[in-house]
């Protein structure tokens, strides 16, 4: 999952939403020095990227791009998802997304001091840029992926994914709804709230 959907799964509670977006960089053990309450959102965002790996219906939706996008299909269906939890908010949020998105941005630029320059650096920028509203439309999508394609070593294409998933979305979509309400039961029990 990205960014949007790692923020809904902490479930509003503002340390578990720093840790789940330290869980972006914090490696191994590097836990260690930060409170109880951020180490839980740190393991929560991995036990999110585990389940979202293993997950079969999260694999169907990648396998759909294998054969054009390879092994960057993951990093494609992370994004895709993104959009389509925004497509499908008033199913999983009782929070209206422009409240969401605000609140989240001011919790994450509260700990600032906190982040390794890295993650600083990326968060000023999601900020900045307003990366939950570009998650929410297919213009948006392609930027990011272009941006995130400059980013990788070898030469991809993965903005052209944009095409695939406008002319598939309702597969996607329909993959994406029978996905989230497991990662969503299974992040509340992660965290014993049910």
Do not use: C
């Amino acid at each position: 999952m990205n960014l949007v959907a790692h923020q809904l799964l902490s479930f509003n509670q503002p340390k578990w939403q720093v840790g789940n977006h330290l869980g972006e960089v914090v490696k191994g053990r590097n836990f260690e020095d930060y409170s109880p309450e951020i180490v839980t959102g740190i393991l929560l965002h991995r036990f999110i990227d585990n389940f979202t790996d293993t997950d079969e219906t999260v694999k169907r939706s990648t396998a759909r791009l294998h054969q054009k996008y390879r092994k960057y299909s993951p990093i494609i269906i992370d994004i895709f998802y993104d959009y389509l939890l925004i497509k499908n908010w008033e199913k999983y949020s009782d929070e209206n997304f422009l409240s969401f998105k605000k609140n989240v941005y001011q919790r994450l630029l509260e700990h600032k001091d906190i982040y390794p320059s890295r993650l600083l650096k990326t968060t000023q920028a999601m900020v900045k840029y307003d990366w939950f509203e570009k998650y929410g439309t297919l213009e948006g999508l392609e930027i990011t992926l272009l941006h995130l394609s400059k980013r990788t070593k070898f030469t991809n294409n993965m903005h052209m994914a944009v095409k695939d998933l406008y002319v598939q979305e309702e597969a996607f979509n329909q993959e994406f709804n029978e996905f989230f309400p497991k990662i969503l039961k299974a992040s509340k029990n992660f965290l014993a709230l049910e």
